[in-house]
């Protein structure tokens, strides 16, 4: 190709581009509320062409919030910036808005949105709690269609204030957001009594020093009225006083890697149904890796995939924890539990274990009946069969003769075998004879 060839394309594409961009930005411009009083607030060429608030807007056109005008903050009066931001958020015509929040410190709480309201922040934008008040810093009560974007919360470790509060709200995304030193959960979805909510999103958040639940979600015993969510790519770093992800009384989840690091517990569901925890990391905690509560008003736990999750340096890997209600169907495949300080695997609950790795031997206890284990391995690779008392790979007649023989015994006795003490209480019994029975055949 000749050289004026490549140049003449060359040209020709930067043309082509830049009749794009001019495209693109009238069209936002058309889309602008000008028939509206209001419309000295919402403009900001400036802004739109800042590359942050650029890729703000592809994030919001992805999650449908593409086309709507765009609602400056700075553009509003008021004698403090929780008034100057509420004025922005009222100002969102029916038809919706991206309320966009200029770099800098903007000291506000309480505020509250409506139905279609994309708030974006831009680089550098960072929302402070102000002295004394304890409301959320954002309320979505009873709305539909709206997402916060790239924000900075600072919680100022303020005791009993929330952050983000959504109750009885639909399709929302949180993203990109970064919470600092929340007392209470930065942020909390719930419900009133008879509401729901559903289909949200809350993916790329980091949380550094939250405490007491960073993510909840949290419904109301027996009701499945919080539903169909993804909680993705979040980073929890020192909630070391009840820092964990929660869901409790909802379904229809996914809970997928994330990273939970030096806090108190890593991922705790109570009464849920339907949910997928997988690829989550959890690192250094001082309780409890995963657990799976249950509680008095709800009939307990169904339908828990459990899959290819990493928790290093637990207390205990994943338990029950509490509730003796049902849990049904609980699936824990392929994922690694090391060198929890008590135990990796508590099987307090009936659960499937299939193909995960532990430390060791001693960091396995079984302490229901009800439970299957598959392909269990150590990190070096050593196979445990529990229920294979003669190390032969096969649970079968031998294994129940050797029971047998010790039936009976407790700790100390002359005929006592460790080994036999399948569950793991100290006394050889019909329950370590139930539990062959249930997993008679199984081989590794
Ligand atoms: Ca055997
Ligand atoms: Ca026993």
């Not at 069209?27 to 009083?37: A, G, I, L, N, V």
């Not at 419900?191 to 020093?209: D, H, Y």
């Not at 890997?317 to 003796?324: D, F, H, L, T, V």
């Not at 001693?362 to 990190?379: C, Y």
Request: aromatic residues 10%; glycine residues 8%.
């Amino acid at each position: 190709m000749s050289k004026n060839k490549s140049a003449a394309i060359f040209i020709l594409i930067l043309l082509i581009a830049s009749l794009s961009a001019v495209a693109y930005i009238s069209y936002f411009s058309s889309k602008k509320y000008d028939e509206t009083k209001e419309s000295k607030h919402i403009q900001n060429k400036e802004a739109m062409v800042h590359s942050t608030t650029h890729r703000a807007l592809l994030s919001i056109r992805s999650i449908g919030g593409g086309g709507l005008p765009v609602i400056n903050v700075s553009e509003y009066e008021g004698e403090n910036d929780t008034v100057k931001i509420q004025a922005a958020l009222n100002d969102v015509p029916e038809g919706g808005a991206i309320v966009f929040i200029p770099s800098g410190v903007w000291v506000a709480a309480g505020l509250q949105a409506k139905s279609h309201t994309f708030i974006v922040g831009a680089e550098g934008a960072i929302i402070r709690r102000p002295e004394n008040v304890t409301e959320p810093f954002l309320t979505f009560a009873n709305i539909s269609d709206f997402a916060v974007l790239n924000l900075t919360f600072e919680g100022e470790n303020i005791e009993n204030a929330y952050g983000i509060e959504v109750i009885d709200s639909r399709n929302f995304t949180i993203q990109n957001n970064t919470f600092y030193n929340h007392t209470k959960s930065a942020i909390k979805v719930t419900l009133s009594l008879n509401g729901t909510s559903s289909n949200f999103t809350i993916s790329n958040n980091l949380f550094l020093n939250c405490q007491n639940v960073p993510i909840f979600i949290f419904g109301i015993p027996s009701r499945r009225a919080i539903r169909n969510f993804c909680i993705l790519n979040n980073t929890l770093i020192n909630g070391t006083k009840n820092g964990k992800i929660g869901i409790a009384f909802s379904a229809n989840g996914t809970i997928e890697n994330n990273k939970i690091i030096n806090c108190q517990y890593g991922i705790a569901t109570r009464c849920v149904s339907n949910l997928t925890i997988r690829k989550n990391y959890v690192e250094n905690i001082t309780d409890y890796g995963i657990y799976l509560g249950t509680q008095v008003g709800d009939p307990g736990t169904d339908n828990v995939k459990i899959i290819e999750n990493e928790i290093r340096r637990s207390r205990i890997g994943i338990c029950r924890y509490y509730g003796s209600y049902p849990l049904v169907n609980i699936q824990v495949i392929n994922n690694l539990f090391v060198n929890s300080s008590q135990y990796d695997i508590l099987a307090d609950f009936p659960g499937t274990f299939i193909n995960n790795t532990i430390t060791d031997a001693s960091k396995l206890k079984i302490e229901n009946l009800a439970t299957l284990f598959i392909g269990t391995r150590t990190v070096s690779g050593q196979i445990i069969l529990p229920g294979d008392i003669n190390y032969d790979l096969k649970i079968n007649i031998i294994d129940v003769a050797l029971v047998a023989i010790s039936f009976g015994s407790s700790k100390g006795n002359p005929n006592w075998n460790e080994a036999a003490d399948i569950i793991q209480d100290g006394e050889i019994n019909i329950k370590d004879i139930s539990y062959l029975a249930k997993n008679f055949g199984i081989t590794s």
